[in-house]
Structures are given as structure tokens and as C-alpha cells.
């Protein structure tokens, strides 16, 4: 998308493809050249690198014709993603709630700011109006800006002072949980991807993200923007592939602190949440919502430890 | 049976026990198909025989929960339901030191500890939740529109530990919000949740609303796994946990976990060292480690390390070890002869991989299951009696140099239930609590429980919350955790 973004090595639409009617300036002379054959790569700890096994899948638009190539991410990219993302939450979880609002709004100036080539990606992808990619990527934007106001106020709604029954001071505060696998949900292109992975990181978890198997462009293209809007590295990592191939080993993880299932097809949901048991992940299981209705908190909140400390008074 | 205990009890209380007891289901006492006895573990007299749940008892409790939760409790205004529970509070109230006594005799804890400490906290949850039952539209769950709703019927699974207290953390808060209860305690300390159960009868409230029903671990299985109960919640160890876990997600339940973890003390070279020793030796000993958050794992800056050692080993040794219902007694029984085998086992093993071990001067009497109170020094984050989660009267010490390292060398447990932290600098007890990995931090102080407190784990401590505001979502129903489509 940002050709100019220095951290990305490839771009996930190429200049040359066809504009829709809603982004058509500057257009640029028609000319007959074979567009670059774009091959994606995943997003792990602030680089782009390609799978480990070197595999590739090929994507499709909603109207069949190839869009690009993406990695192929199995097991070994999903434990380098772990590691990344493990290695960037002390300083991300520490962070003030402020920064961390910062840096989320940050994201979503970069998206508006490549507004009209994410609604070209998702009209490609879906097959839909552009009225409708537009009316997509302007919520995902609005999604991004409703989470990140959140930063600095989880505490407030979610935390408690305890009256005890003794001289004792209580406060009980919010804490994110960790490392988040996040399953980015299947049925929607850009806002069911940002409604999950939002919620996971505006408290202060790292979060490993298994794009979507129909839409992996837009997750690319979000790895981008995450780049470009230089969220810490780590604090996001995305892998494209095949959720049943990908989603076991997050499942199974022992450094892996919770799983958000939205992308999880049913009877793999079930097994995955048997698999997050054995190590007491904290399991993220919504029925899928309309992601165009505000979310409410839940979906954050279910990535939170509680914390309480006592403080003696008159001591 | 009877037992009297004058020292222990102002005037004559006098706890009678019967000889046998049923399954209360339903309202009522029943009888089942086969018993066991439940003995002292401080004289292994036999204080009754208890009745071994089966299948078809759990699915009749489990239906008989079902029915009461349709016909009665659900569709019971939150006043009324609150009314139950402050008869139920009441009455613990008033026969407080019979359930010591019971509590004492069953689970070798001191009567100290069981009347003074157990007793009060355990009213206090259903005085505490009493209070919510009817104010639950203003906790901040759910709406007006949508008024949030309980979860159904609970199968409640508890541990030996603090049996009558973790009965009322669970049992409260699920009656408060409007669920039915299944409740199995543990297999060597049933006799305060049935004395409970008589509570409740005479409390009048409605039958089926609480059942309990004894039992071994397979009784436990049973519960746990019962494709009648809409919600788990289980205390008790790691491995069991998991296992729960698995069950629960395989079917789709909502679960909460309360498993424990080894709880680390740390004591800055700063502290006041007495006010520490005196915390460490109550956190671990006075319950005999009988206490999913006591303070086993101790951290010492090392400037301060043989002074601290020297203050704990002085109080261990004055430590009086014996009869649990002896209100001059610190230190009673263990809680049953496989619990004494473990931790017998695991400090061989703590001497065998090199710390080293101390042990209060003891005479244990010729009967019942007893271990000295131990210290362990020079222990390190590999050795089995530092990593192994264990209900213990053991303590290991290691020494620490700097804030950094200590808090990462607490953090790399998988565990993550609680901590203490004992210094006078502000600002270094605040940056220790904030960045322990741990669901209580206490400062300067250990141990201290509230009904109006969250508590509950991090990690692979648990799951949930239990107490507080915080401790209703576990049994409310609240859209994001638990089955599929939830």
C-alpha cells in the first residue's frame, strides 16, 4: 500500500492494478508492462520475512482473478511469532495507557491516510461496491480510534477499591494477560480483523495474529500500516496460512497466555480450546457479532488478570 | 460421637457428631450405597462414616439442582433469595465454634486458626454476597434492557485446605446471583459442608438449591463432568486443573479455577525483618501450609539474609506443634496420611538435590499424620521443592541481590497466585506489586482474605476470580467465556 514505507518490502497493491471509480486520481498512463508477480511475507518482531519453510499460497479475489502470493506460515513461523511477541511485552504492557493510546491512533491516521488503496483491497477481495470497501476501511479506522481511547481508561472502569474489614488498603487492577493468539475471523475482510486484534493490544498484551484464509491481503496490508504507524516491534505479529495448520501450535503453546477463537471454524474451536487448557490460556469465545455494531468492552476485558494488593494502613 | 472442647470454646460447646451421614439432595439427607470414614488426621480416631457419591446420586443431585433452579431460585426476586442467605450467615454465626470444633477435628487445622480466622471470613461471604443478591443490576454487568442472568446449575469441586471457608467463597456468590449448587468437599474433609447442609435445611431454603455431595476424587469426576451442570468451579491442584479445563472446554462450560502455585516472599534489605519473619512463619506455618497462597518460596536480599533466617528459625522453634483443638497449639495435624507421605517425599528429595534443611525441634505424638516445621536454605529455582505447587509447612529460602532479579526470578514460575513483598520504600513496594506476575501482592503484610476482595491467579494459578465485585462475573451470564456460541 505505502510503496514509500521503508520497512516493507513488498507492496500489497501494486500501483498498476485497476483503480476502482472512487480512487481514480492521479491516473497513471496506461501502459502495457507485465505488472511485478508480488509475493507477501509475514510480519514477526517489527520485519517482514518470509515463511520458514519458503511456501507460498496463492490468492484470489472475490471474482477469482489472482491478486498476489502470501506466505505460507506453519509451525516454526508461529513459535518465532511467540518469541517476538514475548520479547515485546514488558515494555508494551508497561507502557503508560496513554502511549499505548498514542500508538493505536497512530494506526488509525495511517489507514485513513491509505484510505482509498485498502478500500481498492477489500472491494477486490469482496467483490463488493465500493461504497461498501469504503464504508469498511472508514469503520476499521473508527474501530481503531474507539479502542484507542480505551487505553487509558480500562483501569478506571475495570478496576476496584475494596472496603476490607481491617486496616488494610485494597485496590484490584487490571493487567493484560500476556501473549494473545488471535484468530483473525473468516468472514470479514478489514474490520473483524481490527474488532479482534484491538481489543487484544490496547491493554498492553502482545498478540501473534492468524490472518484470514479468504482475506490474508488485508492483514498484510495491515502489518504495513502497523509498521509504518512504527508500533513497537513485536507488539503485533501476523501469519498467513492455513488457520487448521497454524492456530494448534498457538493453541499449545506454553508461553501463549490466551487464544481469541473468532477465527476458528467450530469443531477446530473445540479443539483448540481443549488444547489452550494445558496451560490455562484464557479463552477468547464470542459468537462471532455484526462487526459493523460497537463492540462493547468484552472483548478486551476477556484478555485481563486482575490484580489485587494489599497495603496495610496505620502501619 | 461426641467431642468436647472446653479450652477451645467459651462455656460447654460440646459438637456432636452423628455416626453416619447421607448425601444431602434435595432438601434432605439421603442414604447411599456405600460409605468411608472420615478420621482425625490428628488421633485417626473415626469421627463418622460418609457416604461415597455414585453416578446415579450426582445425576440425582444434579437434577434435583436443576428443579430447584426452574421452579424456585431463578424466578426468585433477589431480596428474597438475599433473605436466605442472611439466615444462612446467621445461623453460621451462631453455631461458629461447633463448626470450628468440626472444622479442627476433620482437617487437623488449630482451633485458633479455624475459629478466629476460617470461621468469621466464611459468615463475613455470606453476610458479603447477601448483599449483592438484590443490588446485582448495579455491578456494572448487563443492562436495563438485557438485566444480566445467572449461569444455571454449578458443580462445585473443593479442596481440604480450608474446607468450610472455600465452601462459603463458592457457595455464596453462586446462590446470591441465582444459580443451584452441587458441591462435592474434599474426601478427608466432608464434615463441615455437611454440617453446612444442615444449615441450609434449617435455614429453610428452598430443597434442591444446595446439595452436597461426598466422596473421593472419582465423586469429584463426577461433578465436574456432569453434562447436567452449566458451570465448573473447582479449587484444588494444578493437575486436576488442567484436567477440568479440558473436560469443561470439550463441553462447553463455564469454568473457574482457584489451583494455588507456590507464593513467593520478598524481603528487602530495607524491611522491618521482624515484621517479615513474623509474616512468613504465620503465611506458611500457622496454617501448616494448609493454604493454597502460603508463603513456601521465600526471597531474601542477601545484605539481610542470615539475620531473616535467624528471626524465622527462632519463631519456628517457638512454634507449638500438637492438638489441634489446644488453643495454645500454632501447629496441628497434617491433613491425611497421603498428604504427610508427599511432603515427606518432596523434602527428601529438597536434601538430595543439595539445599539444606532445618528442622524445628519436635515431638510428634504416636498417633496421626505429622511433619515438623521445616526450612529449606540455599535452594535454587531448579530444585523440585521450589518449582513442585504443594500445600506444605515448608519454607525454602534463597538470597536475591537486586529488585530486577528478584521480580524475574518470581515471574518465571508458571504459576502465579500471590506474593508478598516487605520493604519501607514506597515506591520499591510499589514497583514490586505492579510488576509481579501474581493475582494478590501483599505489602508488608501475608495472607490477609476479605469477602469483599478479589482473589484469585495469574497464569496456570486459575482462572476467574473469586470475592468482590470482580467474583460475580463467575457466576453470572456474561457473553465471552466459556462454551461455544456463548
Redesign the interface.
Known sequence: MSPSSPSSPSSPSSPSSPSSPADVPPRAPRRARAAPRTIHRLYIGGVFPRAASGRTFDVHGADGTFLASAALAAGRDARDAVVAARAAFAEWS?AAGYDRGQALYRVAEVMERHRAQFASQVRRATGGSPDAAYAEVDAAVDRWTWYAGWADKITQVRG?V?????P?G?V?LP?P??VTAVLAPQDSALLGLVSVLAPAIVSGNTAVLVASERYPLLAVALAEALASAELPPGVVNVLTGEVAEISPWLAAH?DV?AIDLAGAP?AL??DL??A?????K??????NPDWGVEPGP??M??TL????????LN? | MRFSCDAACEGDSRVTLRGSYGLFIGGSFVAGSSVFKTISPATEEVLAEVTHGTTEDVDRAVAAARQAYERVWSMMPGRERARYLLRIARLMRERATDLAVLESLDSGKPIRQTRDVDLPLATAHFFYHAGWADKLAYAGFGSAAAPVRPLGVVGQVIGWSSPLLMLAWKIAPALACGNTVVLKPAETTPLTALAFAEICADAGLPPGVVNIVTGDGLAGELVAGHPGIDKVAFTGSPEVGREIAKSAALWGKRLTLELGGTSANIVCADADLDAAAQGIVEGVFVRQGHACCASSRVFVQETVLDDLVDAVRCRMTALRSGDPLDESTDIGAVNSESQRDKITELARSGEAEGAVRWSAPYAPPDRGFWFPPTMFTTVSEEHRIAREELSWPVLTVSSFTTPDEVIERTNSSRYGLSAGVWTRQGALSARLAGRLRAGVVWVNSFGRLDPGVPFGGFQESGLGREGGRHGLEAYLDLPGTGGPDV
Open positions: 508497561r476496584t475494596n472496603p476490607v474489614a481491617g488494610f485494597t484490584s493487567e494477560v500476556g506454553q497466555n467450530g474451536a473445540d480450546a481443549v489452550a487448557a494445558g496451560n490455562l484464557r479463552v477468547v469465545r464470542f459468537a468484552e472483548r476485558f476477556a488478570e486482575t490484580k489485587t494488593i494489599w497495603h496495610p502501619s
